[in-house]
């Protein structure tokens, strides 16, 4: 939902310039979380789901798997959320 929001500025800052700003942090935000997913995806050699189901069917409980499980889940709903909100921007008129 838009919800505006004053930002007092110095006179020689453009609202366009500061969209750039929140556009780039975002997509620095995105990069990261992808490289962290990746990384996951490439240790692992299958998807989250897929790393999900074999764990959750394995008869042995080990937690390193529960760890890379719960940082893989949290890294792909970050990731998913940064690029929700990228693209609310780019969408988003002055």
């Known amino acids: 939902m838009p919800q505006e929001v004053t930002i ?3 006179g020689w800052v453009a609202t366009d310039d ?6 780039q942090d975002l997509q620095m935000k995105l990069a990261y979380y992808d490289s962290q997913c990746r ?8 998807t989250l789901a897929e ?3 074999a764990m959750h069917t ?8 529960w760890e890379d499980f719960m940082d ?3 890294a792909e709903s970050t ?3 940064f690029a ?6 780019a969408s988003w008129k002055t």
């Open 8 to 10: 007092k500025a110095p």
């Open 72 to 74: 893989w889940e949290t």
């Open 58 to 65: 394995s008869a042995q409980e080990n937690f390193e798997v």
């Open 39 to 46: 990384s996951f995806h490439q240790k692992h050699k299958q």
């Open 84 to 89: 929700q909100r990228l693209q609310e921007l």
């Open 51 to 53: 790393f999900e189901a």
């Open 18 to 23: 500061l969209l750039g700003l929140l556009r």
């Open 79 to 81: 990731r998913s959320e």
